[in-house]
């Protein structure tokens, strides 16, 4: 099997504007340029993959129909640029979680790089040669621990947050993109 290249990002602050605890649909609000973001992505043929921490469903704030909402409307305004993303993975857990989801160093919660070797089995991904994108140093660290590059986006949490040791820093989902393409096809590390 050939494995292919992937782009992981993180929702919430690299995607869309961050809302604590994001779980009505309305609430949602895509960062300007993301859709088009992700259709240059799509256009390109590298699956675009979301793992995304929501330890709100674990901590019994909102459920997974929640979720599933906001994924629907994030899917519908994406669809209006003529993008989609390939694939979403969820870590509900959290040391506050409620029940099985009371896991405090569980290996798919980030910085752990459990959703990202998940996606990479089950969809032929070469996490070598893929970037993992986020606002927060955990993007950057579960991308390095998956064996993927990293960048770091000055929206959401990135906007304070130290970018530790990403390989890029850019200022929104469009410039991480135009970095990512301009190295494109991406040889393995």
């Given at each position: 099997m050939i494995?292919?290249?992937a782009v992981f990002l993180d929702r919430d602050g690299t995607l869309n504007e961050e809302v604590d605890y994001l779980h009505k649909?309305?609430?949602l609000v895509l960062i300007p340029g993301a859709a088009k973001a992700v259709a240059r992505l799509n256009a390109a043929g590298i699956p675009v993959v979301v793992v995304t921490n929501q330890s709100g469903i674990g901590r019994g704030y909102y459920g997974w129909q929640d979720f599933s909402a906001v994924m629907s409307r994030m899917g519908t305004?994406?669809?209006?640029?003529?993008?989609?993303?390939?694939a979403v993975y969820v870590s509900p857990h959290h040391e506050k979680g409620q029940g099985?989801?009371?896991v405090a160093d569980h290996a798919d919660?980030?910085?752990n790089p459990g959703m990202l070797?998940?996606?990479?089995?089950e969809h032929g991904l070469d996490l070598a040669g893929?970037?993992?994108?986020?606002?927060?140093?955990?993007d950057v660290q579960a991308g390095h621990r998956a064996g993927c590059r990293?960048?770091?986006v000055r929206t959401g949490y990135g906007a304070t947050h130290d970018p530790g040791e990403a390989e890029h820093v850019a200022d929104s989902l469009t410039h991480a993109v135009d970095h990512i393409l301009a190295g494109w096809p991406w040889p393995s590390r």
């Open positions: 494995l292919r290249p649909p309305e609430d305004l994406l669809a209006m640029e003529d993008a989609h993303i390939d099985h989801y009371a919660r980030k910085p070797r998940r996606a990479a089995e893929s970037w993992m994108v986020g606002d927060k140093d955990i990293a960048c770091m």
